[in-house]
């Protein structure tokens, strides 16, 4: 069963920094993608930051120039480091990753979309 372990996050001031980290448990090269979403109360999930398996990044319009996806060596793990943290960025920040099955013998694959627990990143004013 694949999964999303998440640690980060926490309480925090305006203007300062927080660094998320998601591992996921499976290997690298079934994943596809990984990113980091959030919640905010009363509001829909919106993308913060996504890491393809091809290194490529993209980001939300509210956080770009000010965090930053990167993913470990064995590429299993992304970390989100978070800087100039404003009140509007609190709310439950999701792991997400994008996970490659294959279907049948010839090979075909589908796309599985997993998520962690989630974490609460609150930065006070």
């Known amino acids: 069963q694949m999964r999303l372990v998440e640690s980060g996050g926490g309480l925090v001031q305006a203007g300062g920094s927080l660094k998320l980290s998601c591992t996921a448990s499976t290997s690298a090269s079934s994943i596809k993608a990984m990113g980091w979403y959030r919640q905010a109360p009363g509001q829909e999930r919106e993308l913060v930051a996504r890491?393809?398996?091809?290194?490529?990044?993209n980001y939300g319009d509210s956080v770009k120039g000010r965090f930053t996806i990167s993913r470990d060596y064995l590429k299993t793990t992304v970390l989100l480091q978070m800087n100039s943290l404003k009140p509007e960025d609190t709310a439950v920040y999701y792991c997400?990753?994008?996970?490659?099955?294959?279907?049948?013998?010839?090979?075909?694959?589908?796309?599985?979309?997993?998520w962690g627990q989630g974490t609460l990143v609150t930065v006070s004013s």
């Open positions: 890491i393809s398996n091809d290194g490529s990044t």
């Open positions: 997400n990753a994008e996970i490659l099955w294959v279907i049948n013998v010839e090979g075909a694959t589908t796309t599985k979309y997993y």
